[in-house]
């Protein structure tokens, strides 16, 4: 009897190690087709403006064929030369970051819309010559927030690397000064970002 009891514990033991190991590889093909990984690409970025020139790192985050959320954290050196209708110079920089959307046309490539919010932490040193008798400088720390939309097209090179030239539109509105006031106005800058795909 304990020989009989034997055998059908061993037995179904084996059974049921089997049917899991059947069972197993379709469950996880199952779980694996409903869980969808977002694409993450990781790059760099540079725009040049009249004014100055960004470079930075970005993340791009493609929730689907034809959305992406990307991310940036960046370096802006600027030169305003004469643009400015408050100073004779105002040159400087800082760092700054921003959050974007872009819409493709095409499936993660081709034409797309998009836009963009940048929140830069400045310091330009101004001078101001309008009286020779009086000439001042100084310098102002500003937090710029700086929203921009832009146009452009991406390119994919051997499905793992990205190109996307850009055209972009905004505004620079200085929303803290600590100084004497500095130039603010619309801002068009010109770009490219390149990117690799990771997953």
Same mark, same amino acid.
């Given at each position: =009897?304990?020989?009989?009891?034997?055998?059908? $514990?061993?037995?179904?033991?084996?059974?049921?190690?089997?049917?899991?190991?059947?069972?197993?590889?379709?469950?996880?093909?199952?779980?694996? #087709?409903?869980?969808?990984?977002?694409?993450?690409?990781? &790059?760099?970025?540079? #725009?040049? /403006?009249?004014?100055? $020139?960004?470079?930075?790192?970005?993340?791009?985050? /493609?929730?689907?064929?034809?959305?992406?959320?990307?991310?940036?954290?960046?370096?802006? +050196?600027?030169?305003?030369? +004469?643009?400015?209708?408050?100073?004779?110079?105002?040159?400087?920089? !800082?760092?700054?970051?921003?959050?974007?959307?872009?819409?493709?046309? !095409?499936?993660?490539?081709?034409?797309?819309? &998009?836009?963009?919010?940048? %929140?830069?932490?400045?310091?330009?040193?101004?001078?101001?010559?309008?009286?020779?008798?009086? =000439?001042?400088?100084?310098?102002?720390?500003?937090?710029?927030?700086?929203?921009?939309?832009?146009? &452009?097209?991406?390119? @994919? %090179?051997?499905?793992?690397?990205?190109?996307?030239?850009?055209?972009?539109?905004?505004?620079?509105?200085?929303?803290?000064?600590?100084?004497?006031? %500095? =130039?603010?106005?619309?801002? =068009?800058?010109?770009? @490219?970002?390149? !990117? /690799?795909?990771?997953?």
């Amino acid at each position: =009897m304990k020989l009989l009891k034997t055998i059908f $514990l061993l037995t179904f033991c084996v059974s049921t190690a089997i049917a899991q190991n059947e069972i197993t590889p379709f469950s996880s093909v199952t779980i694996a #087709q409903k869980i969808k990984i977002p694409r993450l690409n990781l &790059g760099a970025e540079i #725009q040049w /403006y009249p004014a100055g $020139l960004i470079y930075g790192a970005r993340a791009d985050l /493609y929730l689907g064929k034809n959305t992406n959320w990307n991310f940036r954290i960046a370096y802006n +050196d600027i030169d305003r030369r +004469d643009f400015s209708t408050l100073n004779d110079t105002e040159v400087g920089g !800082g760092f700054g970051a921003s959050l974007g959307y872009r819409y493709y046309f !095409g499936k993660r490539k081709g034409l797309f819309l &998009g836009g963009r919010a940048d %929140v830069w932490n400045l310091t330009i040193d101004w001078t101001d010559a309008s009286n020779p008798l009086t =000439m001042q400088s100084g310098s102002t720390d500003i937090t710029v927030f700086q929203p921009t939309f832009e146009v &452009g097209y991406q390119f @994919v %090179v051997k499905k793992h690397w990205t190109i996307a030239p850009a055209f972009t539109n905004g505004y620079e509105l200085n929303v803290i000064t600590k100084g004497d006031a %500095v =130039m603010s106005s619309f801002i =068009m800058l010109i770009g @490219v970002n390149v !990117g /690799y795909k990771l997953f």
